[in-house]
DNA sequence: GTCTATACTTCGATAGAC
DNA sequence: GTCTATCGAAGTATAGAC
């Protein structure tokens, strides 16, 4: 009765997932994604047109889920500030259950978006759209200094990509003795929270009255 | 009388930065590295003995760079926060006169290190140490909250690097009319300076007296 | 040290049977 | 939709003359 399941291209996009984030667009190669998704490569062909069709996908399907996530919180109600926390705090989240996402975002940045066309663009760049009109929101009512929405995008995104994809880089170090033990995600996101608040308070240093 | 001037290895070397920064360990071409350079692709082997070799000398060559000019602004006079202050504008002055070290940066720690061995591995960890050098520094003086210095060096490490590689992928989208002017890297760079005195400051927000 | 020509390998992609 | 076998392009590396 029990027929064998139908190949899912989700299969497939989890292992290219896999991939690319460990070896980047270049480095990845077709027959790898195929054996770890337990795929016939021909399969893999037939579903995606090609190995670049197939990371569009991929970075589409990525993009516009964390796009979406971070609207949510945009969109809930709360003070700028509030939001800020838990868009950090969501970002973290993302991380947490796609650990491929910082190595392609990292490697994308790099790339300068050689392998993306306008319709992954289009999804890539809803994020720091969310992000800053969240900010915008803030300095509009007076709570946050006249900062740079993008500015203050990068500063929270950026570090927290980065630590987390450093992961292993800091691993390696640790085993050979050249740096201290790893500290916890979560301690890095209280982190990135504290400072945005910092970063975005309308005064961090009152003025002395003179 | 005048011969040929003899191929020099970092002609080959600046090549390879460039090709390597724009697509990474795998994507880049020996042919093009040695079109580049205006050197036989023999001539590289012979001066370096792989792709691999020549990749290895080149990061070695940018961690230690970045090191040194960091640690000369660490062990100068002044005070921490002036320190971080030099140190920031030191970051930027580096990836201005080296264009591809952004992108190298963030492929490596993409690529989890793979292709480092121990003795580059060595060269890059004399960055974090020198920035958190100053940060503790800043600590034991009371000068700065209780931070932890890794945390430090990667809020203001990450957000520069990220700024400076995406330049390219904000151009695309700039073109695109998916997105606002570009803003000058100097603009990001005192951003970058104010965040980091917030962030490290004793006291951020007086606390209300109750 | 420098160059040309080429050996050898890897890899993306497809043809064609079922 | 699925699989096996294989083609053809591209790419790293070297042999060997000068």
Partial sequence: MSRRARVSPNQILAAAALEF????????????????????????????????????????????????RIRTVAASAGSPADKVDRIIAELADLIHEHAFFPAIMLREVAEGGAHLDRETLLT???????????????????????????????????????????GPIRKELGALHLTNLPLSPDDFIHHMQEVMRRALAREARPRPTS
Same sequence: chains 1, 2.
């Fill in 124 to 166: 890539l760049v809803a994020v720091p759209r969310e992000v800053g009109g969240v900010v915008q929101e803030g300095i509009k009512q007076g709570l946050f200094r006249n900062v740079n929405p993008l500015f203050a995008h990068i500063t929270m995104l950026a570090p927290i990509v980065f630590y987390l994809a450093s």
């Fill in 21 to 68: 984030a460990q070896r980047g667009f270049a480095g990845a190669r077709v027959d790898r994604i195929a054996r770890r998704a337990r795929v016939n490569k021909a399969m893999l062909y037939y579903h995606f047109r090609s190995k670049q069709g197939l990371y569009r996908t991929l970075l589409r399907r990525t993009f516009t889920l964390a796009a979406e």
